[in-house]
């Protein structure tokens, strides 16, 4: 099993370019969401998804879009980048029936924004 | 909305010590709660786990939470730190089985050899 795949790893951007943040899961996860990781903030929620067709926003949603077509993939689109979207990004995904389902996190896209 | 508090920004301990990281969350309801371990580089790995029953929760590589509802707590623990546990632990709330999860701020943990 893959996981939670994400893809890239690194990338620059210059200011108002746009760019997709690629992630699949190919545990048949229902839930997937975005989160960004900024030092001494934790992670903050942006996107999240409980199933193909279905999107929600997080706690930081501006700036960002998302969409579900099918259960195995939820990119993240940047569409004009700012240098405070200079950050870490990890995808995850959970069962989203039960309790106690853990969130499985891809390896992370670091991006900088310049 | 639900918020979680680590009061413990950074920590450094000496091989051997024992280690407790503050968790405290505000929510009213049935909550599940969450430690993860991010090791430098890598990405979030689950540590434990708690949803129901015993609230005295033992996790992977011989870490413990006690959920204390009373206080609102789910205080991480271990009795004797090694080296290979440096690095940033992660509490994280999950209210009443829904998936939106909140994360607190992260402990730095840094251990000396």
């Avoid at chain 1, 903030?41 to 077509?69: C, K, W």
């Avoid at chain 2, 968790?23 to 979030?44: I, K």
């Avoid at chain 2, 709330?93 to 994360?103: D, L, M, R, S």
Wanted: aromatic share 12%; proline share 4%; hydrophobic share 35%.
């Amino acid at each position: 099993n893959a996981g939670v795949t994400q893809t890239p790893k690194f990338q620059v951007l210059k200011t108002g370019q746009s760019m997709t943040l690629q992630c699949a899961q190919d545990m048949n996860h229902e839930y997937m969401s975005w989160y960004r990781q900024d030092p001494g903030m934790g992670l903050r929620l942006i996107h999240y998804s409980v199933g193909a067709g279905i999107t929600d926003q997080g706690e930081v949603p501006n700036g960002y879009n998302v969409s579900r077509s099918t259960t195995e993939d939820f990119p993240l689109r940047l569409l004009s980048a700012a240098p405070s979207q200079t950050s870490v990004y990890f995808c995850a995904s959970s069962y989203s029936r039960g309790k106690g389902s853990e969130a499985f996190f891809g390896q992370g896209t670091r991006l900088t924004v310049v | 909305a639900q918020s979680v508090s680590q009061h413990n920004h950074h920590v450094i301990l000496s091989e051997a010590a024992s280690l407790e990281l503050g968790c405290n969350y505000s929510y009213g309801g049935t909550v599940n709660l969450f430690w993860y371990v991010q090791y430098p580089g890598q990405h979030l790995q689950l540590l434990l786990k708690y949803f129901s029953g015993d609230p005295l929760v033992k996790g992977i590589k011989g870490f413990e939470a006690e959920f204390i509802k009373s206080k609102f707590s789910f205080n991480l623990r271990k009795p004797s730190v090694q080296w290979s546990d440096t690095a940033e632990y992660f509490c994280a709330v999950n209210p009443g089985g829904y998936q939106k999860v909140t994360f607190g701020t992260g402990t730095k943990l840094q251990v000396i050899p």
